[in-house]
């Protein structure tokens, strides 16, 4: 029974072309993240809603943004796709509630190509 | 800034203990976590170890020494699957969850 459900396992877009990946939840978290992890290296955090309220890092470039319509759903878009931009995204979501025992659930991700 | 250090590859043979070590070095400490990730699959937890000891969880146990910056994963009685990349992750003062690079795992026959 999948909890956090990330379409599509596989996306390939062009160089400079919008893309969206989308992720949704059945948990009822109130945070939502979303994660970029290149070949090899460790996931990094690019934003994550608590609720409605949004929160970006520091370093994610203006090229990402991300819409949570909903508790349920949340997605990443990439307004124009560089070929450094190709990566595995991981959506995951958490409770929200106080204190470090707080762990992470993690969707499959998507595998995103940039020709 | 915001580091965590574990080797990125290691092997072992079926039926063996391996030790998977992980330093860090964070704005604040509140909790480490231990996840497993198969290629091509989601994350998936492990562990977690917010004061010094061990906790151990079957086969599996996670150290932790919080004056040393220092945890590791311990895993007994290797099987195949458990072949995978394993991610060591500290929560730092605001919360945020901060990821190491992993180890990839080899398990051999």
């Known amino acids: 029974d999948a909890m956090v459900i990330q379409n599509p396992r596989y996306q390939v877009t062009q160089f400079g072309k919008p893309v969206t990946l989308s992720c949704s939840q059945t948990?009822?978290?109130?945070?939502m993240y979303w994660y970029q992890q290149k070949s090899s290296q460790a996931p990094k955090l690019l934003f994550h809603y608590y609720d409605k309220d949004f929160n970006n890092e520091a370093d994610t470039p203006d090229n990402f943004q991300s819409r949570r319509p909903n508790t349920s759903f949340c997605f990443l878009d990439i307004r124009s796709p560089g070929l450094g931009d190709a990566a595995m995204y991981l959506c995951?979501?958490?409770?929200?509630?106080?204190?470090?025992?707080?762990?992470?659930?993690f969707g499959s991700g998507t595998q995103l190509s940039v020709l | 800034g915001q580091n965590i250090d574990q080797p990125t590859e290691m092997t072992a043979t079926e039926g063996a203990i391996v030790q998977i070590n992980c330093t860090y070095q964070?704005?604040?400490?509140?909790?480490l976590f231990w996840y497993q990730q198969h290629a091509g699959e989601a994350p998936t937890f492990l562990s977690y170890?917010?004061?010094?000891g061990l906790e151990e969880k079957g086969r599996f146990s996670s150290f932790l020494s919080r004056s040393k910056g220092y945890s590791y994963l311990l895993l007994k009685e290797l099987q195949m699957k458990d072949s995978a990349s394993y991610l060591c992750a500290v929560r730092d003062e605001t919360d945020k969850l901060i990821f190491g690079t992993g180890t990839r795992l080899q398990v051999f026959p």
């Open positions: 948990l009822n978290h109130n945070v």
């Open positions: 170890n917010v004061l010094d």
């Open positions: 995951a979501t958490s409770r929200g509630t106080a204190g470090g025992t707080e762990k992470l659930f």
């Open positions: 964070t704005s604040g400490f509140n909790g």
